[in-house]
T-cell receptor, first 117, second 115 residues
Framework: AQKITQTQPGMFVQEKEAVTLDCTYD???????LFWYKQPSSGEMIFLIY??????QNATEGRYSLNFQKARKSANLVISASQLGDSAMYFC??????????????FGRGTSLIVHP | GAGVSQTPSNKVTEKGKYVELRCDPI?????LYWYRQSLGQGPEFLIY????????DSGLPNDRFFAVRPEGSVSTLKIQRTERGDSAVYLC?????????????FGEGSRLTVL
């Protein structure tokens, strides 16, 4: 079974509008962490935002916020006031305890975001 | 800069050849990860080092793949008898010590093409 599901292969948004990128996850462990990364055409993965499973409030980092709905196992990324430079691939990832005590982040297939002027 | 450095950025080789990909992590980062990213996919975990030892190598697809980190800093991913299916971008990431969020700091990747 997929640990991380991103159902939107591509999204389009007008500059200055807000956009939501969907992510659902699957885990039976109560302790886990959720991440969003941005991958521009240069290829480097850039960390955007983190949400711990025990965090009471939704994480925010500047224009990025994470809509964390634990009961639905959903961790959608909201980008407010989109900019042309936001055009990139976006990956949702989850870190959970693995065998041997390590925490290995698992990534979804990504969503391509294109911001139109 | 002081980010994660990966070399080569591009490597074209012939089927059956041996390849080495190098990763120089951020200074002071104790954990190092290798991922493989095929076209249109997300990064797929290969191996994780904590210091010099491989703490988890469950993602290595077969025994043609091997990675080392002899001094707890630079790591080399080695692929023997390359196959066309090995073509992908190989991403390296490092992580600082301590709890924190566990965010990974990635390099720009090494694009491997096996002809």
């Amino acid at each position: 079974a997929q640990k991380i599901t991103q159902t939107q292969p591509g999204m389009f948004v007008q500059e200055k509008e807000a956009v939501t990128l969907d992510c659902t996850y699957d885990t039976s462990d109560p302790s886990y962490g959720l991440f969003w990364y941005k991958q521009p055409s240069s290829g480097e993965m850039i960390f955007l935002i983190y949400q711990g499973s025990y965090d009471q409030q939704n994480a925010t980092e500047g224009r990025y916020s994470l809509n964390f709905q634990k009961a639905r196992k959903s961790a959608n990324l909201v980008i407010s006031a989109s900019q042309l430079g936001d055009s990139a691939m976006y990956f949702c990832a989850m870190r959970e305890p693995a065998s041997g005590g390590s925490y290995i982040p698992t990534f979804g297939r990504g969503t391509s975001l294109i911001v139109h002027p | 800069g002081a980010g994660v450095s990966q070399t080569p950025s591009n490597k074209v080789t012939e089927k059956g050849k041996y390849v080495e990909l190098r990763c120089d992590p951020i200074s002071g980062h104790t954990a190092l990860y290798w991922y493989r990213q095929s076209l249109g996919q997300g990064p797929e975990f290969l191996i994780y080092f904590q210091g010099t030892g491989a703490a988890d190598d469950s993602g290595l697809p077969n025994d043609r793949f091997f990675a080392v980190r002899p001094e707890g800093s630079v790591s080399t991913l080695k692929i023997q008898r390359t196959e066309r299916g090995d073509s992908a971008v190989y991403l390296c990431a490092s992580q600082p010590p301590g709890a924190g969020t566990g965010e990974l700091f990635f390099g720009e990747g090494s694009r491997l093409t096996v002809l």
